[in-house]
């Protein structure tokens, strides 16, 4: 299962704005071949900037 949930603040820079933390808007799971990951959906909270990001589900 996902560490991440909607509405926490990660670590990752705003490719608009240089911001530091983006907010988690959604989580999708994503089953590949060998292993499983997830699509954050996230958005800067400073310049409102969506943006997405493939995160392995070990980590």
Known sequence: MSNY???QLI???CMECF???MIILK???KDLKEKS???LWIQCPEC???DSELTPEDL
């Open 5 to 7: 949930q909607a509405g």
């Open 27 to 29: 989580v999708t799971e």
């Open 37 to 39: 990951a997830y699509i």
């Open 11 to 13: 670590q990752k820079r």
């Open 19 to 21: 911001h530091n933390e």
């Open 48 to 50: 409102g900037t969506n």
